[in-house]
């Protein structure tokens, strides 16, 4: 049951993705949520970088997630290309930050370190697995008086920093959608906070980093609830208050399943190459876990944020359909984007690939008909690179090849002597035509279609010949006539 309200204080939110590869979809799902909460309560929505890991950094990725962020119009006031007064915004230029902070646990005994080796842990891993016990650290360092710690120190010997975690009692923390969530603390492992090569790990980054930037609000996926109790331990460690959480239900495939890229796509890259668009991505992202207040499923992402309530969110895992995203997608191609700027996304998700003038023509015939931009080059091709080499069975269709020429000989001389190339006066030739031949106008114009337009499926039949003109046309369907000779 949901407990979180509205802010009536300007909130402070954050995004926090790793540049260890493509940026995920669901990192935007998580942002437009924090986005729209900051904004609703005129505050502040910041992205900061968790670069720590170091064997899984992807060269190039923080500026993929730059991109992904703008592309969507998830602008952040603060993050590192942007600058803001918590710099710096990367986790790895904080070192500093995080070793202060882990002196002042170890000085107050709320941390210790740990001088196990690797082959001594996987040992222990080993031993408790077989005796079926819950794994964890066996707090054999903690118990080491300081005078052997130091000795150890002084020895050269490599160590981490574990955080003291309460040996009984109970942690819990409020969700926001959930309610009270307890945690037994004898199920909490002393986790490491600073690595040995001086690096954080990410629960202590994770806290200081909210901490030190003033985030009052943790917007974050469910699958970090189990995270939430060694977070809310270390601020208290730390003597710091904690900001509220809210855990937002994971997206879902078709089968319930967490969303993976075995199954659906998950690279944002992927999804603008694919030709959707950014708003209509924003739009179905704001369907998952939430409805709009008058149940509206189109909507801009200014009105999300405009109805946003972030106790209407729910906790079910909402399934991510590509179809429906498609359907989306389409919606907005087809109805919410004019022509002028369909023409504009056309030429720039092409990067000039197709002449701007015919692309202007096209427009009003394919803009109803696609559904994702990457579709465009299945309607226009024939109009900018002409014909494919036509195969008889498409040409003929359910007649037989001297048929469907003996079609084809009509067309051609009607399209030869036709006073006007205007698409109504062509229709109603080819009407005429039709019914002389005593044969339905669909039927004897189907192999006069794939003739002109090299393919079953294309912008209609006449607006494409006024625009491929009188004698590309007749070469077309003399191309075609040859082909059923």
């Given amino acids: ?116 080796t690797a082959a001594r842990l996987e040992q222990m891993r080993s031993d408790m697995k077989a005796r079926k016990e819950q794994p964890g650290y066996d707090r054999t360092c903690r118990k080491l008086s300081e005078d052997d710690a130091r000795a150890k120190l002084a020895e050269g010997v ?86 509220a959480f809210c855990h937002m239900p994971l997206l879902r495939n078709k089968d319930k399943s967490k969303i993976s890229k075995r199954k659906n796509p998950t690279s944002l890259i992927w999804y603008r190459d694919e030709g959707f668009l950014p708003e209509a991505l924003v739009n179905f992202l704001g369907l998952m876990g939430y409805s709009m207040s008058d149940q509206r499923e189109i909507f801009t992402k200014e009105e999300f944020i405009a109805d946003f309530d972030i106790s209407r969110v729910g906790t079910t895992g909402p399934v991510f359909d590509l179809q429906k995203l498609e359907h989306v997608n389409g919606e907005w191609i087809q109805k919410r984007i004019s022509l002028d700027d369909f023409v504009r996304r056309i030429s720039a998700h092409w990067k000039g690939k197709y002449d701007e003038a015919l692309v202007r023509k096209l427009a009003p015939l394919i803009q109803p008909r696609i559904k994702k931009l990457k579709e465009w080059s299945d309607y226009a091709d024939s109009f900018f690179f002409g014909c494919p080499d036509y ?16 079609i084809l000989d009509r067309t051609i001389a009607l399209v030869a002597g036709a006073p006007s190339f205007e698409h109504k006066a062509l229709e109603e030739a080819a009407k005429a035509a039709a019914a002389e031949a005593n044969m339905k106008p669909r039927d004897f114009l189907a192999a006069v279609f794939v003739a002109v337009t090299g393919k079953p499926v294309a912008p209609p039949l006449f607006d494409s010949m006024e625009i491929l003109g009188r004698d590309e046309t007749l070469a077309r369907l003399r191309k075609a006539r040859a082909k059923l000779a």
């Fill in 391 to 406: 195969k008889t069975e498409e040409l003929s269709g359910k007649r037989t090849p001297a048929e469907a020429a003996a």
């Fill in 158 to 243: 490599a160590c981490v920093v574990r955080l003291a975690v309460p040996l009984e009692g109970q942690t819990a923390f409020e969700d926001g959608l959930r309610g009270k969530t307890v945690f037994e603390n004898r199920t909490i492992d002393d986790q490491v906070l600073l690595k040995s090569d001086g690096l954080p790990k990410y629960h202590l980054a994770n806290v200081v980093d909210d901490h030190e930037m003033r985030i009052t609000h943790v917007i974050r996926a469910e699958e970090w609830i189990t995270s939430t109790p060694k977070h809310v331990l270390l601020y208290r460690a730390f003597g710091w208050e904690a900001p």
């Fill in 1 to 116: 049951m949901a407990t979180i309200t509205m802010p009536t204080t300007p909130a402070r939110t954050r995004i926090a993705p790793s540049p260890t590869g493509d940026p995920h979809v669901g990192t935007a799902y998580i942002a437009l949520f924090n986005k729209a909460l900051a904004v609703r309560s005129k505050g502040q929505f910041l992205l900061r970088i968790e670069d720590t890991d170091r064997e899984r950094y992807v060269e190039g990725s923080e500026k993929m997630i730059f991109e992904a962020l703008r592309w969507l119009s998830l602008d952040y006031d603060e993050g590192p290309d942007v600058g803001g007064p918590h710099a710096p915004y990367r986790q790895s230029e904080r070192s500093a930050i995080y070793k202060k902070a882990v002196d002042d646990l170890l000085s107050r005994k709320q941390a210790y370190r740990c001088f196990c």
